[in-house]
């Protein structure tokens, strides 16, 4: 009897044993690659892969050049299409002049506000709306300046250098107003037409307002371009110094 209860003792522990050894093993081999893996040294770049990353993204950075390149050129092409457009049915909105607002300008209280994504001109009087008008800014690369500004001087005569003005064919028809000769082509059987502004304020010595054709497009060698109506109204309540904000 005792010797039958040691052989079961024994081959209990045996087989313990063995599952032990099974659990253990299945531990090792597990365990065992990954602790190899963490010591196993890196392995070395390839140079080739490494040049052929560096050329990819030198061709993604020309081609994203390009493409803006491309749509710059776009945009300029359609905005001098809808100035074109503008010119030919004749729109230059009329300005709204509010003359009661306007009696109690003063320096302290009027501020000139211009939007270049509006294309507008406002004047505000101690808060109130007192004429508001379209305008033309810069155009692509002659972007007009942002920032606030004070007036600095104003006329009504421009520059005897101005360079603004309109192009005319072989007999005398009006083939597109508001351009700069020293910036726009002028076309084989045309002629440039030089029409000076009759209104010229000087906000910073690259930056004016000036009467002429304000069609609301971006057209300008960066001046803000306003209807003569509007500019003949400003050039009587502007004071030098009053406030102007173009955003």
């Not at 939007?115 to 007192?130: H, P, T």
């Not at 690369?141 to 007036?151: D, K, L």
């Not at 010595?205 to 304000?214: L, M, Q, T």
Request: aromatic share 4%; with cysteine; hydrophobic share 45%.
């Amino acid at each position: 009897m005792l010797a039958l209860l040691r052989a079961s003792v024994k081959s209990r522990f045996a087989n313990q044993c063995r599952c032990f050894g099974v659990v253990v093993l299945l531990f090792v081999e597990t365990v065992d690659p990954c602790v190899r893996a963490q010591e196993a040294p890196g392995e070395a770049a390839d140079p080739a892969a490494a040049e052929a990353d560096t050329e990819a993204a030198a061709a993604d950075a020309r081609a994203k050049e390009e493409a803006e390149a491309q749509a710059a050129i776009q945009e300029e092409a359609i905005q001098e299409c809808q100035r074109l457009v503008m010119v030919a049915i004749g729109r230059v909105a009329a300005p709204e002049i509010f003359p009661d607002v306007l009696s109690k300008s003063a320096a302290g209280s009027t501020v000139i506000k211009i939007s270049r994504e509006a294309r507008s001109l406002v004047v505000e009087v101690a808060g109130a709306k007192a004429l508001t008008c379209p305008i033309a800014c810069g155009r692509i690369g002659r972007e007009t300046e942002s920032g606030t500004f004070a007036v600095v001087s104003k006329s009504d005569r421009a520059p005897a250098d101005s360079r603004y003005g309109s192009l005319i064919d072989t007999k005398g028809n009006l083939l597109l107003k508001g351009i700069y000769s020293n910036l726009d082509p002028v076309p084989a059987g045309a002629a440039f037409v030089a029409s000076p502004p009759n209104a010229y304020i000087v906000l910073s010595e690259g930056v004016v307002i000036h009467s002429g054709d304000a069609n609301g497009t971006a057209s300008t060698d960066g001046a803000i371009v306003i209807p003569s109506a509007a500019a003949r109204t400003l050039l009587k309540i502007l004071e030098k110094g009053m406030k102007v904000e173009i955003e």
